[in-house]
């Protein structure tokens, strides 16, 4: 009995930590993977650039000082 009752906290636990951080409730394949590989820096600097969240001139300096 005990051992069902820690069963059930340790998947509570678990389906806490899933929905927390976004991993649950969306159902692309990537979601699945919990041990997916965070954005590269040069990934990063692309989209905010694809975004526009950054100018032209600001991506290029920042890739150049990526490169370096």
């Known amino acids: 009995m ?3 009752l820690l069963v059930i906290i340790v998947a509570a636990v678990v ?3 899933l929905y927390s ?3 649950l409730g969306t159902m692309d ?3 699945l ?3 997916k590989n965070k954005e590269t ?3 990063i600097l692309d989209r905010r650039f694809a975004s526009g969240e950054i100018g032209e ?3 290029k300096l920042a890739k150049k000082t990526l490169e370096e």
């Open 57 to 59: 001139e600001e991506y």
């Open 29 to 31: 394949k990537d979601s």
């Open 41 to 43: 820096p040069r990934e």
């Open 33 to 35: 993977n919990i041990f």
């Open 2 to 4: 005990i051992l069902f």
């Open 15 to 17: 389906l806490y930590i």
């Open 21 to 23: 951080q976004g991993k």
